[in-house]
């Protein structure tokens, strides 16, 4: 019964915060005004050059991701691994955290591979994927650590003395803290659960050993580096669409990167949550909230149209073109 109800609440709690986000965007008159005005005089020849750009990035991860399969024994195909990924994506803008293990289902199902060692691979990716984020997230802090404190500073104070009450006497986040602790209670007494989360560190620890193991580390390298190269020129281009936003500073776009990378785990897909950091992140600046909001809405939709239709297009492939495909090969030595 409590396993149920903690599983509805990891579907329910981000759809609804996503749905919160929209509607406070929305009621907004302001922002409403400016989204709609935004639509229509951005210059969508960057919003296509950014979609390119996106397709590019997950080419390159699905090239990358072989190099930690190679090292345990599977040569596969690579169109089975980009079909996966894009899948992945368009499966976690419905279902919360379900990309990674759909991602992981249908490769293993094609490429005839245990489950749990494809999931350790998508996994050890992860960390390294988290990792390149933090060295991003570091690096612009530290270079914008005058700045961005005392922009936050000043908007905590303006929003401490327009709060009729102090944060800790709202029950609310309180209510939340006490789900979360007895779901941890939970799965600490839970032999099958210890026995899965066990498994996933296994995979986990197999995967990571594949990124030392591997002769290609500087190939991985060098693609990850890339990869999150792509991810933050396809967030600057389209702030070049719109005349309020093309002159905004390098400096304003990467704490805003930084801001909306992290607000994606919030939400499935970054649905409500991505415009909002953006526009959080350029308000700290004394730029208009309402225009970040709205340029990120732009972004969000581009990007969630484009993963929608891959990841469709995707799913027919992977079985249209595996019918007569018997699996993966042995690495060659």
């Not at 499966?91 to 245990?114: Q, T, W, Y």
Request: aromatic residues 16%; proline residues 4%; hydrophobic residues 50%.
């Amino acid at each position: 019964m409590v396993k149920k109800i903690l599983n509805s609440l990891k579907i329910i709690l981000p759809i609804g915060l996503a749905v919160y986000f929209f509607w406070t965007t929305f009621d907004n008159p302001e922002t409403k005004e400016e989204i709609f005005t935004s639509f229509k005089e951005v210059n969508y020849f960057y919003i296509f050059l950014t979609l390119v750009i996106v397709l590019i990035s997950h080419l390159s991860r699905a090239y990358r991701w072989r190099f930690l399969l190679k090292p345990l024994g599977y040569e596969t195909k690579f169109s089975n691994s980009f079909y996966a990924i894009m899948i992945g994506y368009v499966v976690n803008m419905i279902i919360p955290r379900a990309g990674e293990i759909s991602r992981a289902a249908f490769f293993s199902r094609f490429e005839k591979i245990p489950t749990e060692k494809t999931f350790g691979t998508i996994a050890a990716e992860r960390v390294v994927d988290l990792f390149a984020l933090a060295t991003i997230t570091f690096v612009t802090f530290y270079i914008e650590r005058d700045t961005a404190w005392k922009a936050a500073m000043e908007l905590y104070e303006s929003n401490k003395k327009s709060q009729k009450a102090p944060f800790y006497e709202n029950p609310w986040p309180w209510v939340v803290l006490a789900i979360f602790a007895a779901g941890a209670i939970f799965v600490l007494r839970s032999p099958k659960i210890k026995l899965k989360i066990q498994g996933l560190i296994s995979g986990l620890i197999e995967g990571l050993l594949s990124i030392v193991k591997t002769k290609y580390k500087w190939q991985y390298l060098l693609h990850t580096i890339f990869i999150w190269g792509c991810y933050v020129f396809m967030f600057y281009l389209p702030f070049l669409g719109l005349e309020s936003t093309k002159d905004i500073g390098i400096n304003t776009i990467l704490v805003a990167f930084v801001f909306s990378a992290f607000a994606i785990v919030l939400t499935p897909g970054g649905t409500g949550s991505f415009h909002k950091a953006v526009g959080l992140a350029i308000g700290l600046y004394g730029y208009s909230v309402a225009t970040g909001e709205a340029l990120g809405l732009i972004i969000w939709v581009a990007q969630a149209i484009f993963y929608i239709v891959i990841g469709l297009v995707s799913l027919y492939l992977i079985n249209k073109t595996n019918e007569d495909y018997d699996g993966h090969s042995p690495t060659v030595s």
